[in-house]
């Protein structure tokens, strides 16, 4: 079993005119979530609306990060869905719901 990556678009949902592409997502239909950029977030204005949230990480490992909602369009298809601010050193992933929706 491989690994690849994909592209996608993130944008704000309120205001679709805010939105920045992301060239290079891991695809990981074991993770629930999408991980993006925390710093990529906030330019585009999607605010933390669930904060402190726990995620275990593959190592065993729980960390906490903030979640909040923005449309996610790849490959032609687009869902709204609850996104992660990844921090610096979190991988970036295109998560299972996001590919479900």
Not at 10 to 35: C, F, H, K, M, Q
Request: one cysteine or more; a positive charge; charged letters at 25%.
């Amino acid at each position: 079993m491989g690994t690849f990556h994909i592209g996608c678009r993130i944008e704000n949902v309120t205001r679709r005119v805010r939105g920045a592409n992301l060239p290079r997502l891991l695809v990981d239909t074991g993770s629930e979530y999408t991980w993006i950029p925390e710093p990529m977030l906030e330019k585009l204005g999607i605010k933390r609306e669930k904060k402190d949230l726990a995620f275990v990480m593959a190592n065993g490992q729980t960390i906490t990060r903030s979640v909040g909602f923005a449309i996610v369009r790849v490959a032609g298809n687009f869902t709204v869905d609850e996104v992660v601010f990844a921090e610096k050193g979190d991988l970036l992933l295109l998560g299972a719901r996001s590919l479900e929706g």
